[in-house]
C-alpha cells in the first residue's frame, strides 16, 4: 500500500471535465497531507493525449484507463486493476458516472465508501472527511473502521476544491494494468438522441441563476438567462420547470437532478422544497427572489428579495451591466 | 421474467431526526416510510407486470423489524411478494455491507432484473446498486427514466450531456431508476386488503450464509463526530421597495462579497 491519492479523471470529446481539474487539485492537496502523490484514473475520449496535462492541476502521474466514447461504466473493469492496493483513497465525482466506477470499486475491492463529502483531510495516515446528512441537518466527520481495507473510495460534489490554475507540471502518463472483462463492461451505448439545444454542464457553472413555477413558461426563462449572462454564469431550473417542458432536463437541479456547489446561486420563483434544496444548499452565497414573502426559500437564502422577478431579474441585469461598464470590467 | 424491486424504509421527509448516542440514526418516535426515490422503482416494476412483460415481482428489503411495515405498504401498490432481511448484527450497515447483504439475497432470488430507486433520502451515497453489481458480476443499467426488457437484454433511457442514449445490457442486471419514470400509483383499499395475504418471508444473516465477521462487524466505515451545520448569519431581506432599487441593493451585496 502506498500513500498515493487516486483520482477518476473524466474526459470527452478530447477535453478533460472540470471535475477532473478539481479532483486533480484536490488529490495533489491531501497527497501533500499523506506524503503520497496524486494520480489520476483517466478515461473517455481524449485520456490519452490529455492525462499528461492533468500534471498542471497536481496529478503526478496519470493512468490510462481507455480513450473511448462509451458508458463511463465499461471502464470499471481498469478501474478496479488500477486501484487495488493502490493508495490511500480514491476521489470520485459525485456525478451519475463517477458514482457508476465508484460504486463498481466499492463492490469489486470491497471497499469503505464516503460522501458525498464536503470536505477531506489526512488525520494520522488515514483519510477522514466531513459529510451533510438528514438533508443538510447533520454534519458527520467519518473515516474508515480499524482494518477496513484501501484505497476509500470517496464522492466529492463538484467546486468543493478550486482548481490549481497556471501550474506547468506534467502528469507521467502509463497505460492501465491489464484488466481483462467484466459483466460491468457489457453495457452498450445502443441508441443517442441529441438535443436540439445546447446544454452547458450545471455541475461546472459557478455562478447559477435558476428558475422555477414562477418563471410561468419558457419565455420566462429569458430575462434569467441574460442575467446568468451578465454575472458570466449558466440558467438552471427546478423540477416543476423542467417537469413543465420549459427547460431540458439536463438544467435541474435537486435531489434527482444535478448536485450543485457555485459560489452564487440566484433562485428566482423557486419555493425552496426540500428536494430542491438538496441540490444547492451548498452553494456559497444564495439569492432569492420571490413575491412570496413566506416562501421556504426565504429561510434558508442569505439574501431574500422579496418581490416581482419578472421587474427585480431584468433591473438587477441593468444595474450589473452598468457597473460592470463604468468599472472597466 | 422475475425483477425484485430493493425497497428501503427511510424517516419520513421532514421529520424530526437525530443521532443516538453511539453515532447511528434514532429510529424511535420517527414516521418511516419507503423510500419516495424506491417508489418510482416500484411503479416501473407494477408497469412492466401490468404489460405482461415481468411475470412476478417480488420485493427486497433490509432493515428493522418494522421495515416489513415498508413492504407491506410496498405490497398493497402491487406485486406478489416480498422478503426482509432484518437480523441484529446489520445495526450501523453502510453502504458496503448493505451491498453485501443485497447481493447474497439477489443470488438466492435471482431475479432477472434488480430494480432499486437512485438514491435514497437519508444517505446520498447512491453506491449500494453498482456494488451489487460488481459483487453478483452482473452488468449496471443505472439512472434511467425508462427501463424496456426484451430478448434477454435489459435497456434504460438515460439522459447524455446533450440528450439521452438508451443504454443495453444482457439479463440478468441491476438496474436503477429516476423519478422520471411516472408518478408512483397509490395503493387502492381493495391492494391494501390483498397484501395482507401476500408473502412475506424473513432472512436473517444465518439464511443467507453470511456472518458478522464476513461484513466486518457491519461496516467498514465509522463515523466519528456528528455536528450541527456552522450557523448561517441570518437572512437579509430586501421588500416593498421599488424594483429599481432592490437590484441597486443586490447588487451592492454581491460587490460587498466580490460576486461581480
Redesign the interface.
Given at each position: 500500500m502506498s500513500n498515493d491519492i487516486l483520482f477518476l479523471a473524466e474526459f470527452?470529446a478530447g477535453k478533460p471535465a472540470r471535475s477532473a481539474i478539481e479532483l486533480a487539485t484536490g488529490a495533489a492537496d491531501l497527497a501533500a497531507q499523506s506524503g503520497g502523490s496524486a494520480v489520476a484514473l483517466a478515461y473517455g475520449s481524449g485520456a490519452a493525449s490529455g492525462g499528461a496535462a492533468l500534471g498542471a492541476h497536481g496529478a503526478a502521474r496519470a493512468v490510462v484507463l481507455g480513450d473511448e466514447d462509451r458508458?463511463a461504466?465499461t471502464y470499471?473493469p481498469a478501474a478496479?486493476a488500477a486501484a487495488r492496493d493502490a493508495g490511500l483513497a480514491v476521489l470520485a465525482p459525485a456525478t451519475?458516472n463517477g458514482?457508476?466506477?465508484?460504486?463498481?470499486?466499492?463492490?469489486?475491492l470491497?471497499?469503505?465508501?464516503?460522501?458525498?463529502v464536503r470536505a477531506a483531510r489526512v488525520v494520522d495516515g488515514v483519510l477522514?472527511s466531513e459529510q451533510?446528512?438528514?438533508?443538510?441537518?447533520?454534519?458527520?466527520?467519518?473515516?474508515?473502521?480499524?482494518?477496513?481495507?484501501t484505497p476509500s473510495?470517496v464522492?466529492v460534489l463538484a467546486n468543493t476544491f478550486t482548481p490549481a490554475e497556471g501550474g506547468s507540471g506534467t502528469a507521467e502518463v502509463a497505460q492501465a494494468p491489464d484488466a481483462g472483462e467484466?459483466?460491468?463492461s457489457?453495457?452498450?451505448?445502443?441508441?443517442?438522441?441529441?438535443?436540439d439545444a445546447?446544454?452547458v454542464?450545471l455541475e461546472e457553472a459557478t455562478?447559477i441563476v435558476a428558475g422555477g413555477r414562477g418563471v410561468g413558461g419558457e419565455e420566462g426563462f429569458a430575462p434569467l438567462r441574460e442575467l446568468a449572462e451578465a454575472?458570466g454564469g449558466a440558467v438552471g431550473a427546478s423540477?416543476a420547470a423542467a417537469d413543465a417542458g420549459w427547460i431540458p432536463?439536463?438544467l435541474q437541479i435537486g435531489?434527482?437532478g444535478k448536485?450543485v456547489k457555485p459560489?452564487?446561486y440566484v433562485g428566482a420563483g423557486i419555493s425552496g422544497a426540500?428536494q430542491h434544496r438538496?441540490g444547492m444548499q451548498t452553494a456559497e452565497?444564495v439569492?432569492a427572489i420571490n413575491r412570496d414573502?413566506d416562501a421556504p426559500i426565504?429561510?434558508?437564502?442569505?439574501?431574500?428579495?422579496?418581490?416581482?422577478l419578472f421587474?427585480?431579474v431584468?433591473?438587477?441585469t441593468?444595474?450589473?451591466r452598468r457597473?460592470?461598464a463604468t468599472s472597466g470590467g | 421474467m422475475k425483477i425484485v424491486v430493493c425497497i428501503k424504509q427511510v424517516?419520513a421527509?421532514?421529520a424530526d431526526?437525530?443521532?443516538t448516542a453511539d453515532?447511528r440514526?434514532d429510529r424511535t418516535g420517527v414516521e418511516a416510510i419507503i423510500n419516495p426515490?424506491d417508489e418510482y422503482a416500484i411503479e416501473q416494476a407494477l408497469r412492466l407486470a401490468d404489460a405482461g412483460t415481468a411475470d412476478s415481482v417480488t420485493y427486497l428489503c433490509m432493515g428493522p423489524d418494522q421495515a416489513s411495515e415498508a413492504l407491506r405498504r410496498a405490497l398493497a401498490m402491487g406485486g406478489d411478494d416480498a422478503v426482509l432481511i432484518t437480523d441484529a448484527a446489520l445495526a450501523g450497515a453502510?453502504?458496503?455491507t448493505t451491498?453485501?447483504v443485497l447481493?447474497a439475497a439477489l443470488d438466492k432470488l435471482a431475479p432477472d432484473v434488480a430494480l432499486m430507486g437512485?438514491?435514497s433520502?437519508?444517505?446520498?451515497?447512491?453506491?449500494?446498486?453498482?456494488?451489487?453489481?460488481?459483487?453478483r458480476?452482473?452488468?449496471?443499467?443505472?439512472?434511467g427514466?425508462e427501463l424496456a426488457l426484451a430478448d434477454g437484454e435489459a435497456?434504460v433511457r438515460?439522459?447524455?450531456?446533450?440528450?439521452?442514449?438508451?443504454?443495453?445490457?444482457?439479463l440478468p442486471v441491476v438496474a436503477t431508476v429516476?423519478?422520471?419514470v411516472g408518478e408512483p400509483r397509490y395503493a387502492s383499499l381493495k391492494g391494501i386488503m390483498a397484501a395482507k395475504r401476500k408473502p412475506l418471508e424473513t432472512w436473517s444473516l444465518g439464511d443467507l450464509e453470511l456472518s458478522a465477521d464476513d461484513l466486518?462487524?457491519a461496516?467498514?466505515?465509522?463515523?466519528?463526530?456528528?455536528?450541527?451545520?456552522e450557523e448561517?448569519?441570518p437572512?437579509?431581506?430586501?421588500?416593498?421597495?421599488p424594483?429599481?432599487e432592490?437590484?441597486?441593493k443586490?447588487?451592492d451585496?454581491?460587490?460587498q462579497?466580490k460576486?461581480?
Open positions: 470527452s458508458p461504466i470499471a478496479v451519475p458514482r457508476d466506477l465508484a460504486a463498481a470499486l466499492v463492490g469489486s470491497d471497499l469503505p465508501a464516503f460522501g458525498p477522514e451533510a446528512t438528514l438533508q443538510g441537518s447533520v454534519i458527520t466527520t467519518a473515516r474508515p473502521a480499524d482494518g477496513a481495507p473510495v464522492l467484466s459483466a460491468l457489457r453495457a452498450t451505448v445502443a441508441e443517442s438522441h441529441e438535443a445546447k446544454v454542464n455562478v454575472l423540477r432536463y439536463q435531489q434527482t448536485v459560489s452564487l426540500i438538496v452565497h439569492i414573502p426565504g429561510e434558508f437564502a442569505d439574501l431574500f428579495v422579496v418581490g416581482d421587474e427585480i431584468p433591473a438587477l441593468e444595474e450589473i457597473r460592470k | 424517516p421527509t421532514g431526526k437525530r443521532y453515532l440514526l426515490l453502510d453502504e458496503w451491498a453485501k447481493a437512485m438514491a433520502d437519508d444517505a446520498r451515497g447512491s453506491l449500494v446498486p453498482g456494488a451489487v453489481a460488481a459483487m458480476d452482473v452488468p449496471l443499467l443505472s439512472y427514466s435497456r438515460r439522459l447524455s450531456a446533450t440528450g439521452f442514449d438508451w443504454i443495453a445490457a444482457p429516476t423519478d422520471q466486518h462487524g461496516a467498514l466505515t465509522t463515523v466519528t463526530d456528528t455536528r450541527a451545520p448561517k448569519p437572512t437579509e431581506r430586501i421588500e416593498n421597495v424594483a429599481p432592490a437590484a441597486a443586490i447588487a451585496w454581491l460587490e462579497r460576486l461581480i
